[in-house]
């Protein structure tokens, strides 16, 4: 039998409700794996109590009856989330040592609600701005699959926790790729949802037209079982969906019309966006994601050429809109309200000036002036409006190809996890983009699924496969990559050594 921190979710959740495990023993054993890998720098603060007392109070819980799915189960949420036991910093200097007097409504339905207990916050790109973890201010998460090499970002220390089987499963938020391109890095299971299925109160804003929360596990029924308990409209975030909640574990199980035994997909179009593989896309994450495809032409799926012609377009139309948002958001820390304060100033302008200069990175402050610049009188039509204009023409792009396929496909990444360092170009980084930000853009949902395996430099490398769906089919979604999971077995590969 697998070890305890081998095992899903879905699995944990069985033992828990027949007695065989506690909340408190689980989390005792994982609390004491995150601390033999501290070296991977994929958690920003562990506090065992506070993680023994929720664990006991799920417990309690389960002894006085309670039975839900999730109740007593352990993840850990990326720093982006606040919370009100344990610091919430966005990977910034800025929020170094902030506790927040409430919880994300994410963490309050997952921890609360659904009883579900925190091992920890999560090492990101410094407010959720980077692709690699570079950017944190605290330090680097290491790939569990090779420790030269990046995670992705910025979700990186989700990405890297669940890939090592620290945790079964975290949070993650998404703006632009960033559930997608980690997942896909560290070879796990992620889903970006359409923009409004979950609440983004409590998340520190990066792009609020942007930014959606998702969970991030080993497979897509531990995802389904997440994303069920943390979606749902929220009044307290005015871009959040009125939409009943759904039950994604039942979608996942659901037999499609047209299904026979061994083609449970029969009868789905996949469409494969022909600027998806042009050129640019790395031969062995073509490979894999070829080798992916031909999986779900055996389960029964079709695979028909679709067109998403302004997919170049996407890099420059995200790089405007994101920075734009990014540089109106960041304003609240001026440090007055909280967050870092200069210890030293003239007068009030020099307190915000050097508070600001001292709180935040290299990377915030370009997006802070790259975004101040595009709004700017004068630049607002030729970079801004424009740039909404292509949002929408993007958007409808989507719209064509779905006349044509029930879900698209395509890799997430053009290269595998690249060596630290290796992209010391912001502009290299930005590139890197290319396949994550048209859904972004268009509010779609996205998901990556592990793909294989493949050898670059003498490394063994995770390679993801995206899918994305029409608006609200995050069950589609779900219900195709777990037919994929049921068939294959490269969700289940474990970096060596963990
Ligand atoms: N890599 C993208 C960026 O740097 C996406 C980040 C994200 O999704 N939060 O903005």
Same mark, same amino acid.
């Given at each position: 039998?697998?070890?305890?921190?081998?095992?899903?979710?879905?699995?944990?959740?069985?033992?828990?409700?027949?007695?065989?495990?506690?909340?408190?023993?689980?989390?005792?054993?994982?609390?004491?794996?995150?601390?033999?890998?501290?070296?991977?720098?994929?958690?920003?603060?562990?506090?065992?109590?506070?993680?023994?007392?929720?664990?006991?109070?799920?417990?309690?819980?389960?002894?006085?009856?309670?039975?839900?799915?999730?109740? #007593?189960?352990?993840?850990?949420?990326?720093?982006?989330?606040?919370?009100?036991?344990?610091?919430?910093?966005?990977?910034?200097? %800025? @929020?170094? #040592?902030?506790?927040?007097?409430?919880? $994300?409504?994410?963490?309050?339905?997952?921890?609360?609600?659904?009883?579900?207990?925190?091992?920890?916050?999560?090492?990101? !790109?410094?407010?959720?701005?980077?692709?690699?973890?570079?950017?944190?201010?605290?330090?680097?998460?290491?790939?569990?699959? !090779?420790?030269?090499?990046?995670?992705?970002?910025?979700?990186?220390?989700?990405?890297?926790?669940?890939?090592?089987?620290?945790?079964?499963?975290?949070?993650?938020?998404?703006?632009?790729?960033?559930?997608?391109?980690?997942? $896909?890095?560290?070879?796990?299971?992620?889903?970006?949802?359409?923009?409004?299925?979950?609440?983004?109160?409590?998340?520190?804003?990066?792009?609020?037209? @942007?930014?959606?929360?998702?969970?991030? $596990?080993?497979?897509?029924?531990?995802?389904?079982?997440?994303?069920?308990?943390?979606?749902?409209?929220?009044?307290?975030?005015?871009?959040?969906?009125?939409?009943?909640?759904?039950?994604?574990?039942?979608?996942?199980?659901?037999?499609?019309?047209?299904?026979?035994?061994?083609?449970?997909?029969? #009868?789905?179009?996949?469409?494969?966006?022909?600027?998806?593989?042009?050129?640019?896309?790395?031969?062995?994450?073509?490979?894999?994601?070829?080798?992916?495809?031909?999986?779900?032409?055996?389960?029964?799926?079709?695979?028909?050429?679709?067109?998403?012609?302004?997919?170049?377009?996407?890099?420059?139309?995200?790089?405007?809109?994101?920075?734009?948002?990014?540089?109106?958001? @960041?304003?609240?820390?001026?440090?007055?309200?909280? #967050?870092?304060?200069?210890?030293?100033?003239?007068?009030?302008?020099? %307190?915000?000036?050097?508070?600001?200069?001292?709180?935040?990175?290299?990377?915030?402050?370009?997006?802070?002036?790259?975004?101040?610049?595009?709004?700017?009188?004068?630049?607002? !039509?030729?970079?801004?409006?424009?740039?909404?204009? @292509?949002?929408? %023409?993007?958007?409808?792009?989507?719209?064509?190809?779905?006349?044509?396929?029930?879900?698209?496909?395509?890799?997430?990444?053009?290269?595998?996890?690249?060596?630290?360092?290796?992209?010391?170009?912001?502009?290299?980084?930005?590139?890197?983009?290319?396949?994550?930000?048209?859904?972004?853009?268009?509010?779609?949902?996205?998901?990556?699924?592990?793909?294989?395996?493949?050898?670059?430099?003498?490394?063994?490398?995770?390679?993801?496969?995206?899918?994305?769906?029409?608006?609200?089919?995050?069950?589609?979604?779900?219900?195709?990559?777990?037919?994929?999971?049921?068939?294959?077995?490269?969700?289940?590969?474990?970096?060596?050594?963990?």
């Amino acid at each position: 039998m697998s070890p305890l921190h081998a095992q899903s979710l879905a699995e944990l959740s069985r033992k828990l409700a027949a007695r065989e495990l506690s909340s408190v023993e689980l989390s005792t054993t994982l609390l004491d794996r995150i601390a033999q890998h501290e070296q991977l720098g994929a958690f920003l603060a562990v506090d065992r109590q506070v993680t023994l007392a929720q664990a006991r109070a799920a417990d309690d819980r389960r002894a006085k009856g309670e039975s839900g799915v999730l109740l #007593g189960l352990p993840l850990a949420h990326k720093d982006i989330f606040v919370t009100r036991e344990l610091p919430s910093t966005a990977a910034s200097k %800025m @929020l170094e #040592g902030y506790v927040s007097p409430f919880d $994300a409504t994410v963490v309050s339905r997952l921890g609360a609600g659904a009883g579900m207990v925190t091992l920890g916050k999560l090492n990101c !790109d410094e407010f959720a701005m980077g692709s690699s973890n570079e950017n944190s201010a605290y330090k680097r998460v290491l790939n569990p699959w !090779d420790a030269a090499r990046v995670p992705g970002g910025s979700s990186g220390g989700s990405a890297a926790a669940v890939a090592a089987r620290l945790v079964p499963a975290a949070t993650g938020t998404d703006t632009g790729g960033s559930i997608r391109q980690p997942a $896909a890095f560290t070879g796990i299971t992620g889903i970006k949802p359409t923009y409004g299925r979950c609440s983004r109160y409590g998340m520190i804003a990066f792009a609020s037209s @942007l930014d959606q929360a998702g969970p991030m $596990a080993r497979s897509a029924e531990d995802c389904a079982l997440l994303l069920s308990a943390m979606s749902g409209f929220d009044e307290r975030d005015a871009t959040s969906a009125q939409r009943p909640a759904e039950d994604f574990h039942a979608a996942i199980n659901v037999k499609r019309e047209g299904a026979v035994p061994g083609k449970p997909l029969a #009868g789905l179009r996949i469409g494969l966006p022909k600027e998806f593989f042009g050129q640019g896309l790395g031969a062995e994450v073509a490979s894999a994601t070829r080798a992916a495809l031909a999986e779900f032409e055996k389960l029964g799926a079709t695979l028909v050429d679709v067109s998403l012609p302004r997919t170049e377009l996407s890099i420059p139309v995200y790089y405007i809109i994101a920075p734009a948002e990014a540089s109106s958001n @960041l304003s609240r820390f001026d440090g007055v309200r909280y #967050g870092h304060r200069a210890a030293k100033y003239a007068d009030l302008n020099d %307190m915000y000036r050097k508070s600001r200069a001292e709180g935040f990175g290299d990377e915030v402050k370009r997006r802070i002036m790259i975004g101040a610049y595009v709004l700017s009188h004068g630049y607002y !039509d030729a970079y801004y409006l424009q740039a909404q204009k @292509l949002r929408r %023409m993007i958007a409808d792009d989507f719209q064509a190809a779905f006349k044509q396929c029930d879900l698209i496909a395509g890799p997430v990444t053009p290269t595998v996890a690249w060596k630290f360092g290796d992209k010391a170009d912001p502009l290299a980084n930005y590139l890197a983009d290319i396949y994550t930000l048209p859904a972004s853009l268009a509010g779609l949902p996205g998901m990556s699924v592990p793909a294989g395996l493949v050898q670059v430099d003498g490394s063994t490398l995770p390679v993801g496969l995206q899918l994305i769906g029409n608006y609200w089919q995050e069950g589609a979604l779900l219900h195709a990559a777990h037919a994929l999971q049921q068939a294959t077995d490269w969700h289940a590969r474990a970096p060596q050594g963990y």
